[in-house]
């Protein structure tokens, strides 16, 4: 079992930037597929973005593209989304993820969730 705490999220001017945190204790984390989801009040959660288990491979949700970068550090167990260019739209509570392996944005295929961390932009 793995244990997520996001932290990092907080008030932010539109076109600002943040950086969310994910940090992750108990079974070894680079086993794990790691992914950001996002779930705005009265919407369904969505997907931001996915890391393999080396880092090497990233994918991006349509909306995020080309603004918000994932990474990691193993070394750290610690996960990170990089927001740049934010928007109102952006507004949500954050949550990282992680999985067994499967490279997917589909949140069924990962198991352990962290708590959510909110990020809200003004405009």
């Known amino acids: 079992q793995v244990r997520l705490v996001e932290s990092g999220g907080g008030l932010v001017q539109a076109g600002g930037s943040l950086r969310v945190s994910c940090a992750a204790s108990?079974?070894?984390?680079?086993?794990?597929?790691m992914a950001w989801f996002r779930q705005a009040p009265g919407k369904e959660r969505e997907f931001v973005a996915y890391i393999s288990r080396s880092g090497d491979i990233t994918y991006y949700g349509d909306s995020v593209k080309g603004r918000f970068t994932i990474s990691r550090d193993n070394a750290k167990n610690t996960m990170y989304l990089q927001m740049n260019s934010l928007k109102p739209e952006d507004t949500a509570v954050y949550y990282c993820?992680?999985?067994?392996?499967?490279?997917?944005?589909?949140?069924?295929?990962?198991?352990?969730w962290g708590q959510g961390t909110q990020v809200t932009v003004s405009s």
């Open positions: 108990g079974r070894t984390f680079s086993w794990y597929t």
């Open positions: 993820a992680a999985g067994g392996g499967m490279l997917t944005p589909q949140p069924r295929h990962y198991e352990y």
